[in-house]
């Protein structure tokens, strides 16, 4: 109870006759003495006041703290004080009384109150003040019933009973004579103070009654409100309240209502009133119908029912549609017809909606939106009459700026509309600034209701549109508030109407005009919100999208080739106003059923523009669901992408879409590290860029990929390039604008070093392949593509240098190389096309004179990227091989290797220039022109190829380094290997093929330290993890690479005319090195290299099998691939071909019904073999085939006993072959022994590495060694029969032979082995350098020999 006192404390009334009562005198007599004039009156921000004071001295007498008889003489003392102090004790007593009466806690001391109440001296104020319960409760009166009758009398005549004197229909002078003055013609003399002491006078002298007087004022304005301010002054200056204002507006609108008389006069006098601060919006409130409650409780009834509307589109019915069509049709129009009418009467009889419309009428907007804000948003603005009357208001107030920055033509005047005669509307907007501040919010409140004017929305439009131009980007990025401001508008209002409306491209193509100046990330986001928010907001909207949709699938089930026309117009009309959800269900029903995707690109034609960028966005939103990408048990791309990406790549390439959003979607998406959605990335560049992949090319337009440029466009591609040139370079446009070019291309490449790592845990290793396989193609496709149309310019200034891709970027060399070859190829002919500027004759230099300028220009430009490039590898490559010559490879193509000669002729033979009837003359010159200028390229390709090989000759001698005899020279070829063929070969076809030809290139260039026979060897000793490795894709590329390598080798073993003209005395075929002239070196012969060759084949079989017996999918699929790629040329002999057409039998058997892709492949393999085999060789044609000892015979199975005397003397045989080991770089090659002459190079090293690897288990491995025993045995037994008839003492003879010829070479070796050591000038002068290693290595290869020994 303590917590109530504020003034005085307990301690006040304990202590009353000590000094509790002389500091209650002392603060009541204070607080008289501060304000004489109004003790009682509260003033803000003041804690003490008389009326405080006051109530807790009564407080504490009625809770019983301060006796009664003890206060009361203090109390009676009081009311002498101040002429007022009685009247404000009863007031406080009032206050009590109610907290009495009301609050459960103080109802027990109600006697204490009663008590006081009757000890106070002012019985007629208290009578007058209190409630009657109270009097009478307290004993002050003693009749209530009779006191309450008498209460009532005397209040109706004071009053409510009018004086009878005077009336208008009395006597009229004194009203007259005020209507006169009130409505006669303001003039600057006739003013309100004038007029007020006019009014005065005729009160004073005819007694009239003021309210009347009010009355007819108010009355005078309704009929001149043009003279508002006139009366609003004369109004200020008379004495009245709002509230007598209010009853007497109140009681004449009520009065209309009941009568069915216009009140629109009665509403714009409140209206100015209220403008005017004369009447307040809070009395006049009061007096108006129907509740707020109800107007709510209605609005919430339209917006069930519109939900019920759109709940009713997603119901499949199963009834006549054609009758149920018409029924709902005629429903429609009833019950558009009822809503119209009975709108129409519920906003004339709602009284608040009139008050609002007269509001806006005369500019009151505050008080506009004070009152809109009692309902749900936009509930008042959905009345027609009252969003039509803020329309008018928002072109009053954008008149001047919108006549100011949107001139018409002196012939155009325009409709003018009237400025507001009023200084209290808001302002017109002369700027910028004040459309933000003052229109801007009118839009808000305003919002989708805005579609009732179209002609205030293109005002608004054209504003902004100037406005936005003029805006400028400040340092930071940021910009000035009317940008961001018209979002919102955009937001809230313009967009919203748009699909209030029926099909108005017009004002689609204006919006677009405004709101193609944002960026795409701004737009987007506008239309996020107007599909999916602000559409299921209004009542309206939602009734609207609900029958867009209705008619969307109405369309949709009738699209096909044949009706293209008629619903493409339909598709028009439904989309010129609100494209949001009708593109949303027209991509599911795409997503569902691919066949539609041509009809329905083609039936977009007659969009308008803000429909396509709507288009865009919603395919992006699409894409951006979190749906499942990947479909069948994680092993294939669902068909949904499939079909949205082929979908993407037509509508892109046929319409102007912005491209920005869904680049950067792909972007995002590499970001995250999920290269799926690559997929839409190769449909748009191959359709809009015409750039296809170079998998599917066939040889042909392979081998025109060689050639130059115009030879590439003519025969190398399937596309025209004029189907997809405008289409092209809005692709590029698009690129560079958003700066996505090169980040787009960095990003895939570091996609592709990472997708098996980051997509081996969870899917199946075929879609891993498969999206290995597509990172790759796109990225090699949109570089090619980029290649092709951005300026080297451009390019240069966007990418990287090629240390920085190294390192900083962290890609892989074939990519970085890939990226930057196009830069290094542009720097080197400028520098090319610079010299030769520098000679005075330059047309007149000589072929040799063009090819020291070409060197000399290669020696400026390359010498600094070697630089470049040596630090990003191990020291210990560069002692193998030159960076030069690392540089040299990665930076040639093959249309610097040779000339498609044959591609020229055969394209040139296709032109004929000769016109004929069917040719007209224009045609026939296009082809007279392409032919020379095809001419032209070819003698072009020529000399750069001459001069490429010139530049080549000259570079060969310092490519690889002179190595010690004790090091093992194959580390040059395995570097080689590691760094530049394989990485390369599997990169694209192209490249594949450029490989077999660029190792042919160093042979035929008689390349110093480079020995092609090792490096052949090492190509085909083991393939089975290379195969085992690939993808699909690299498979298909690895075929390639063997097939050119397989074509060189067999072009060699032909014919010995072949092998001697360009093989014999060539450095890649010698066996030993000699420093000095005067000895020759040693090189291998014809039949010995084709001895090789057939162990090349061997091995190739050998593997090949390995991996179709190993029961892995990949490995069994690659094998095949790699078969059928290789299949001109692989397999020559017979018997190899019989071993693989076995195990390809096999494959067929066990894949059918159970893998069917592995059972198709096989089968077309095994169909194609059988093709070949009568070209087939026999192994005796292949090579001269070394006597053996008699084999054993085995009959069913077993063998006899001269099978195991046989075995051991082979055995023992072996053992003198096992014991010749061959390096080759710091690996071991064994050689080990086989009855049948098969030879197995085992590697140390190989073998540790595939211990560790988990690629092969412990039962693969059971698997290959059984596959390579029945290998083994199949070859055994044919070889057996056919050598049973030698002599064995022809074989022992040829053995001892070999023995003492190996018994030389180990002696002659070990000589020189202990030579090697001495310093370089005394090898020199000992003649001979001879190179251990390698010479052991090249004559383990020549002496492979079927028996087993060497």
Not at 1091 to 1106: D, F, Q, R
Not at 1308 to 1325: F, M, P, Q
Request: hydrophobic share 35%; charged share 30%; with cysteine.
């Amino acid at each position: 109870m303590a917590g109530s006192y504020r003034l005085f404390t307990l301690e006040t009334w304990k202590n009353w006759d000590k000094s509790g009562k002389a500091e209650v005198v002392q603060m009541i007599k204070q607080q008289l003495k501060d304000d004489p004039d109004n003790p009682g009156l509260s003033k803000p921000n003041q804690g003490k006041d008389l009326s405080r004071a006051l109530y807790e001295l009564l407080s504490a007498i009625v809770r019983g703290h301060l006796r009664r008889d003890y206060a009361r003489p203090l109390l009676t003392d009081m009311i002498n004080w101040h002429p007022d102090m009685a009247s404000q004790l009863v007031e406080v007593s009032t206050l009590l009384d109610l907290e009495t009466s009301t609050i459960d806690r103080l109802s027990r001391n109600r006697d204490q109150l009663m008590a006081l109440l009757k000890s106070l001296d002012a019985d007629k104020l208290v009578k007058e003040r209190l409630e009657i319960e109270t009097l009478g409760e307290g004993g002050i009166v003693k009749n209530k019933k009779n006191f309450h009758t008498k209460q009532i009398k005397v209040k109706t005549k004071l009053f409510y009973k009018q004086q009878k004197f005077n009336l208008l229909r009395e006597e009229t002078e004194g009203y007259a004579k005020l209507i006169t003055e009130l409505n006669q013609d303001i003039t600057d003399r006739v003013t309100p103070s004038s007029i007020i002491q006019v009014i005065r006078s005729l009160i004073g002298g005819f007694n009239l009654d003021p309210n009347r007087v009010l009355d007819l004022i108010l009355e005078s304005l309704e009929s001149r409100p043009e003279q508002h301010q006139f009366y609003t002054g004369l109004l200020n200056q008379y004495p009245c309240e709002s509230a007598t204002i209010s009853e007497l507006l109140g009681f004449k609108l009520n009065n209309c209502s009941s009568s069915g008389k216009d009140a629109k006069g009665i509403y714009t006098t409140m209206a100015l009133l209220i403008q005017a601060n004369i009447l307040q919006l809070s009395d006049i409130y009061a007096w108006l119908t129907p509740e707020d409650s109800s107007m709510t409780e209605d609005y919430h009834k339209e917006e069930n029912e519109a939900r019920e509307i759109a709940r009713k589109v997603h119901v499949v019915s199963t009834k006549d549609k054609d009758k149920e069509k018409e029924k709902e049709k005629e429903k429609e129009e009833e019950e558009k017809d009822k809503d119209d009418q009975r709108n129409h009467e519920k906003y004339k009889s709602n009284q608040k909606i009139q008050l609002c419309i007269a509001l806006l009428k005369v500019g009151a907007w505050e008080h506009f939106v004070e009152i809109s804000r009692r309902f749900p948003d936009y509930y008042l603005v959905s009345s027609p009459p009252v969003s039509q009357e803020l329309c008018q208001l928002i072109h009053a107030t954008i008149e001047p700026i919108y006549r100011k920055v949107c001139t018409l033509p002196s012939r155009l005047k325009g409709t003018i509309v009237e400025l507001l005669n009023n200084p209290l509307a808001p302002r017109p907007s002369h700027t910028f600034n004040d459309v933000c501040t003052t229109i801007f919010p009118m839009l808000s409140i305003l919002g989708p209701h805005l579609y009732h004017d179209p002609g205030l929305i293109y005002k608004v439009l054209r504003v902004a549109r100037v406005a936005l131009k003029q805006v400028k980007v400040a340092t930071d990025g940021v910009r000035n508030t009317f940008y961001y401001d018209f979002l919102d508008v955009l937001d809230e209002a313009l967009l919203p109407s748009l699909s209030m409306l029926d099909s108005n491209p017009c004002l689609a193509e204006e919006i677009w005009e405004t709101l193609k100046i944002y960026p795409y990330q701004h737009r987007y986001k506008l239309y996020g919100r107007w599909k999916n928010e602000t559409c299921t907001q209004h009542p309206l909207l939602v009734k609207h999208r609900a029958r867009l949709l209705k008619k969307a699938k109405f369309i949709m089930m009738r699209i096909t080739k044949e009706t293209i026309k008629p619903v493409s117009r339909g598709i028009g009309k439904l989309t010129h106003n609100n494209p949001g959800p009708m593109f949303h269900y027209i991509l599911i029903q795409v997503q569902l059923y691919d066949n539609l995707i041509g009809p329905v690109v083609d039936s977009f034609k007659y969009l308008t523009s803000l429909s396509y960028d709507v288009l865009g966005y919603c395919i992006v939103e699409i894409l951006s669901e979190n749906k499942d990408r990947i479909a069948n048990d994680a092993m294939a791309i669902s068909p949904w992408l499939q079909s949205l990406s082929s979908f993407c790549g037509a509508v892109y390439k046929k319409y102007i879409i912005d491209l920005g959003g869904i680049l950067q979607f792909v972007a995002n998406q590499l970001k995250a590290e999920k290269s799926i959605d690559l997929l839409i990335m190769r449909e748009i560049v191959q359709k809009m860029g015409g750039t296809d992949t170079l998998e599917d090319l066939t040889s042909e337009q392979l081998d025109a990929m060689c050639g130059g440029e115009l030879l590439r466009r003519e025969a190398g591609q399937y596309q025209q390039e004029r189907n997809t040139k405008r289409s092209s370079i809005r692709l590029k446009e698009a690129l560079l604008e958003n700066n996505l070019a090169i980040p787009l291309l960095l990003l895939m490449a570091q996609q592709r070093s990472s997708v098996v790592y980051n997509q081996t845990e969870s899917p199946h290793l075929k879609l891993v392949g498969k999206l290995y396989d597509q990172c790759q193609d796109t990225m090699v496709q949109f570089g090619s593509y980029l290649f092709q149309v951005v300026t080297i310019e451009e390019l240069n200034d966007r990418l990287p240098s090629i240390g920085a891709l190294l390192s900083d970027c962290h890609i892989n060399a074939d990519v970085a190389f890939f990226l930057a070859r196009p830069l290094f190829i542009h720097m080197l002919n400028s520098k090319y096309d610079e010299l030769r500027r520098q000679d005075k004759g330059e047309k007149k230099l000589t072929l040799e004179q063009k090819k020291l300028r070409y060197i000399e220009a290669c020696n400026e430009v390359f010498v600094p990227i070697v630089s470049s490039i040596r630090p990003h590898f191990s020291i210990k490559v560069w002692e193998d091989m030159d960076p030069s010559f690392f540089l040299t490879f990665w930076t040639l193509t093959m249309s610097d290797l040779e000339v498609p000669v044959h591609m020229y002729e055969k394209e040139i033979k296709k032109i004929d220039p000769n016109p004929s009837a069917n040719k007209r003359k224009k045609e026939a010159d296009r082809l007279l022109a392409l032919k020379e200028k095809l001419q032209e390229e070819e003698k072009r390709q020529k000399e750069h190829v001459e001069r490429v090989l010139a530049r080549l000759q000259q570079e060969k001698d310092r490519w690889f380094m002179l190595r010690a005899a004790r090091s093992p020279k194959n580390d040059t070829v395995t570097a080689f290997l590691q760094l530049c063929l394989f990485p390369r070969c599997t990169f694209t076809a192209l490249d594949a093929i450029y490989c077999a030809k660029f190792v042919k290139m160093l042979h035929n260039l008689k390349t110093p330290n480079f020995s092609t026979l090792i490096c052949y060897d090492r190509m085909y000793c083991d393939i089975t993890y290379t195969v085992a490795s690939c993808t699909e894709q690299e498979a298909h590329r690895y075929a390639r690479f063997l097939l050119g390598t397989l074509e060189t080798v067999m072009h060699w073993h032909a014919s010995h005319t072949n092998y001697e003209k360009e093989c014999a005395n060539y450095p890649g075929f010698v066996t030993k090195y000699r420093v000095s002239r005067q000895e020759a070196n040693d090189y291998v012969d014809y039949e010995n290299y084709r001895h090789v060759v057939h162990k090349w084949h061997y091995k190739i079989t050998k593997a090949l099998v390995t991996c179709l017996e190993s029961g892995d999918y990949i490995q069994i699929r690659n094998a095949i691939l790699i078969l059928q790629g290789i299949i001109q040329r692989f397999p020559a002999i017979t018997n190899l071909a019989a071993v693989i057409e076995k195990r390809i039998e096999k494959v067929k058997v066990e894949e059918r019904n159970r893998r069917n892709d592995l059972y198709v492949l096989a089968n077309s393999y095994s169909g194609r073999l059988k093709a070949i085999k009568p070209n087939l060789m026999p192994e005796t044609e292949f090579h001269i085939v070394p006597k053996r000892p008699q084999a054993a015979k085995a009959v069913n199975g077993t063998q006899e006993n001269s099978h195991a005397t046989s075995g051991n003397e082979s055995k023992s045989t072996g053992e003198t072959a096992e014991s010749k080991v061959a390096k080759v770089g710091d690996v071991e090659m064994v050689v080990a022994d086989s009855t049948n002459g098969d030879v197995d190079a085992k590697d140390d090293k190989e073998d540790k590495e595939v211990k560790k690897a988990d690629v092969s288990s412990k039962s693969s491995k059971d698997k290959k060694e059984i596959s390579e025993k029945k290998l083994t045995d199949d070859v055994e037994i044919k070889k057996e029969e056919k050598e049973k008839k030698e002599k064995d003492r022809d074989k022992k003879e040829e053995r001892e032979e070999k023995s003492r010829k190996r018994s030389k070479e180990s002696k002659r070796s070990k000589y020189e082995d202990e030579e090697y050591g001495e310093t370089e000038r005394d090898e020199r002068s000992s003649g001979v350098i001879e190179r251990s290693g390698e010479q052991r290595y090249i004559q383990y290869v020549i002496n492979f020999n079927q028996d087993g020994t060497t």
